[in-house]
C-alpha cells in the first residue's frame, strides 16, 4: 500500500508541475499533495515544519513570479496601466487560447495575452505605438522570467520532497 500512495503522491507533484505554466497554482498543489500524504503518515515523512516551509516556498514562488514579471514590465517601459494590462492579458489570453488548441494553447494564450494587455493599456494611456510595443515586449519577456523562476522554486520544493521520502 505504501508503494501505492507513494505512486500518486509523485504523480499529483507531477501534476503540479505540470501545471505551473498554464498560471494555475501548481506549487500549492503540491503542498496539498504533501499535507495528505503527511496525514496518511502520521507527519513521519512531512513534519509540520516541513509542511510549512514547502507552503512558505509555494507562496515565495508566486511573490517571484509577480516581482519578476513586473519589474521586467516596468524596466522596458511600462506604465502602471501596461502592468495591469499586462496581469489581465496574461490571465484573459490562458483562458481564451484554453479551447482553440488545448494546452498549449493556454501557455501561448498566456505569453501572448499579457503581451496585448500591456500593448493595448499603454497605448489606450499614452497614445504611442513605440511605447506601447516597448511595454508589451516587456511583458512577455516578464511573463517567461516569472514562470520560469516559479519553475525553479518548484523543483527546489520537490528536492526537499525527494530529501524527506
Do not use: C
Not at 23 to 36: D, K, Q
Not at 41 to 58: D, I, Q, R, S
Not at 108 to 136: H, I, M, N, S
Not at 141 to 153: D, E, M, Q, R
Request: no cysteine; aromatic share 16%.
Amino acid at each position: 500500500m505504501a508503494i501505492i500512495g507513494q505512486i500518486f503522491f509523485w504523480f499529483f507533484v507531477a501534476i503540479g508541475v505540470i501545471i505551473l505554466p498554464f498560471n494555475l497554482p501548481g506549487t500549492f498543489l503540491m503542498v496539498a499533495v504533501a499535507f495528505i500524504y503527511a496525514l496518511f503518515t502520521h507527519f513521519e515523512t512531512f513534519t509540520p515544519t516541513v509542511l510549512v516551509t514547502l507552503l512558505g516556498l509555494a507562496a515565495l514562488a508566486e511573490l517571484i513570479e509577480y516581482i519578476i514579471g513586473t519589474f521586467i514590465t516596468v524596466k522596458y517601459g511600462a506604465s502602471k496601466w501596461g502592468v495591469i494590462g499586462a496581469i489581465g492579458g496574461g490571465i484573459l489570453g490562458a483562458i481564451w487560447g484554453t479551447p482553440l488548441v488545448p494546452v498549449l494553447g493556454t501557455v501561448l494564450g498566456g505569453f501572448l495575452g499579457a503581451y496585448l494587455g500591456a500593448f493595448l493599456l499603454e497605448y489606450l494611456y499614452l497614445k504611442r505605438t513605440d511605447k506601447a510595443v516597448q511595454a508589451g515586449y516587456g511583458a512577455f519577456i516578464g511573463k517567461i522570467g516569472g514562470t520560469l523562476s516559479k519553475l525553479i522554486v518548484a523543483f527546489a520544493m520537490i528536492i526537499i520532497m525527494i530529501q524527506r521520502m
